[in-house]
DNA sequence: TATATTTGCAACCAATTAGTTGCGAAATTA
DNA sequence: TAATTTCGCAACTAATTGGTTGCAAATATA
């Protein structure tokens, strides 16, 4: 079952899991408590983002407590690095113009 | 049929048509030689693309450019703020240093 | 006008996904 | 030791997804 980070961020729970965890490392069912589902539904989703790496475990007796792993969140912000020169507001600009240009080009 | 920009990049082939457009504007059938699919898979793609706004249309003749938008791919850049404290280098050190904190205090 | 090209749309199919219920293992508590 | 709690795993279901084929509309070309 292949995995990858952009598919385990795909999905709003798993986002919300994100969120909580980066603030807070968490068990399972604390997590569940935050939302309405139930605990072996969020139980599948950390599943997911732990085999992604985006959380890891540590077990502490019974509990298995899970934690945020930037480093990985970290590879999504690299792919989105390519985009980035198009919004920044030098380069947005002479995209506008260049969009303009190709657009008054294409009515032709 | 809800979609939303995360659910958009988790597809490996709309993130190569995101990378291909972003350089170029393109019609579907210059997309689709791109990728070994069929015509209408990329096309179904670039649908679901320019359905949450990652891309716009621009109608030439019988053929359709489509454009990339920056401003939306911003959205997801957005949402990874939340997170880039985490991996910067003065957050990240005092991040490891409290989960070895936690992991040692777990342990006992 | 007849033909070819570009494209979106609808119907269908196989694989995947998110969710459920039930179970058993491991650790804590009485 | 017995009961409880925390949790992952397996089996099942319903919905969604990515892909296919076929078709019709619109534009361009002969």
Redesign the pocket.
Known sequence: ???DIF??I?????RAILVLIATQA???????DH??????????????L?ECQLLT?N????????HFNPSKMKEIDHWMEQFKKHWEDRFNQLDQILINLNSNKDEK
């Open positions: 079952m292949k995995r598919q385990a795909a999905d709003p729970t798993r968490m068990t399972p069912n604390a997590l569940a939302f309405d589902t139930t605990r072996q539904a969020v139980s599948k989703h950390i599943k997911v732990t475990q077990k502490v007796g019974r509990e298995i407590h899970y």
